[in-house]
């Protein structure tokens, strides 16, 4: 990450998640795809700048140069730049292309400012670590003052998981669903409850090895402990185990492998290296 300002900074693709979507559970981020070659990108860039520094603090720009950082412009779908979006609480808020005027610019970025169920997700998710239950308290509260909170839905629904309430979790994402797509960080809770949903169904990584010890030929078994070895956050070994499978059989269990190999990759986005080596490798396996 370069700094450059206290509010405005540089990233990519291996560091966003700890600089936009880690950052965006306590501030609004603002994320400006540009390029130095698009003359409309360096028109708007030193008036967003200075429209953030104004806010002091009370949103965060974080500059992508597409040139550099393919990977991200995919994912988000960048088409033409500059493209701006707003991230807050992990979710894509809002978002613009062109070069906005500094009027218009002004009232985008005010309303991007947290409301009053947006405040109580973000105190939330700063408790969770340290407090669960005062965290699905406030998150319980902020759907009372907004019942179609989805950062609210999907921070609930985590919490939910982690307390052993996979049912009601399932439940909130579904609803999530209804609405035609789901957020990232709801699609990552969305792969945590199926991958511990199959760990369990495997009872667990030793039964999933001993299974595999009975029958070596077994590869649906091979993507069973995958799953037991990613829902006990040993990433490495089970994205492996997914390609293995791949590389043997590609359009038999090998589908099932590739599915379990793309939640798998889900859960691991806060490692962005791990994530990139091995979205390569599932790439020339398929191709």
């Known amino acids: 990450m370069a700094s450059l300002s206290e509010w405005v900074i540089d990233t990519g693709d291996d ?3 700890r600089d936009v979507m880690q950052r965006s559970e306590s ?4 994320v400006d795809f540009w390029s130095p070659g698009c003359q409309p990108c360096l028109i708007l860039a030193p008036i967003l700048e200075r429209l953030v520094a104004e806010s002091e603090g009370a949103v965060v720009l974080a500059k992508v140069n597409i040139d550099e950082n393919q990977r991200l412009a995919y994912e988000f779908g960048v ?6 979006v707003a991230v807050r609480n992990r979710e894509m808020i809002d978002a613009f292309r062109g070069a906005l005027p500094e009027p218009q610019l002004r009232d985008w970025l005010s309303r991007i400012v947290p409301s009053p169920a947006d405040q109580l997700v973000s105190d939330a998710l700063a408790a969770e670590t340290e407090d669960r239950e005062a965290a699905e308290a406030k998150l319980r509260e902020a759907l009372t003052l907004q019942q179609d909170h989805a950062a609210a839905k999907t921070a609930l629904a985590r919490i939910l998981l982690h307390s052993g309430r996979a049912d009601e979790a399932r439940e909130l994402i ?20 199926e991958i511990a949903t199959a760990a369990a ?7 999933a090895r001993e299974a595999i010890a009975r029958n070596p030929d077994d590869l649906s078994a091979r993507v069973d402990l995958a799953e037991a070895l990613a829902a006990d956050r040993q990433y490495r070994e089970a994205l492996d185990l997914c390609l293995e499978v791949i590389s043997q059989d590609k359009s038999g269990v090998g ?30 396996a398929l191709y």
Not at 201 to 207: L, Q, R, S
Not at 257 to 272: E, F, P, T, V, Y
């Open 15 to 17: 560091a966003f998640e």
């Open 255 to 284: 589908v099932a492998a590739k599915d379990a190999m793309l939640k798998i990759l889900n859960l691991a986005a806060g490692d962005g290296e791990l994530v990139s080596e091995y979205r390569r490798k599932l790439s020339s």
């Open 201 to 207: 169904d495997a009872g667990g990584i030793e039964a």
């Open 174 to 193: 579904a609803e999530l669903e209804q609405r035609g797509f789901l957020e990232p960080e709801a699609e990552r809770v969305k792969s945590e409850l």
């Open 27 to 30: 501030v609004p981020v603002v």
């Open 79 to 84: 088409q033409s730049i500059p493209f701006v």
